[in-house]
């Protein structure tokens, strides 16, 4: 009987860890902060759109190398080879093409292709609040930004949201990932421990309450 009793304990105590780490919200690793945020969308899958800016670089050729935009009709333009298509390639795969073209006028080109001002990164890269809050809202990432700020620029959450559920979606290296994020607790009891910093492209969406 005894060692029934100590049985029955030892399944308890287990049973109540694991309702700990059940509730307990799923958070991002330590390493992920706003302060050094690059785009959750990987830089290296990047396609360049019309607008960005582009600085391109022949290896011992300056007069090659230039600053360039790309063009509203998605082509730079280069000395020698002339148009060039830019616009739904990388970085790489433009280098490769110019140094294609330019094979027949230099010696081993060696080009490499430096990204100055991104438009259309910045479209990827905008917070999102979606679900029952104020207003959906598309906005600007800034550095610092936390889930507080983006819910406070969505005007608040509506009266039947059930808070505590809210998600934060966001891309990484290794697939889609969604944290928990306990709203109610951010705005009424002041506890910040979900108060996730946000990174470049992060989704958030506020649940309504089912009854």
Sequence with gaps: MKCFIVLLIAILSFSGLLGCSTNAPRLPPAHESGKNAGPSVLVKSYKMAVGDQLQINVWKSPELSLGTPIRPDGKISMPLIGDVLAVGLTPEELAARIENRLANYVKAPNVTIILTNLQGQAFLSRIRVTGSVTKNISMTYYQGMTVLDAILEAGSIELYADENNTKLHRKTENGAVTYDIR?????????????????????????????
């Design 183 to 211: 709203l109610k607790n951010i705005l009424e009891d002041g506890d910040m421990t979900t108060n996730i910093w946000l990174l470049p492209g992060d989704v958030i969406t506020v649940p309504e309450r089912s009854f």
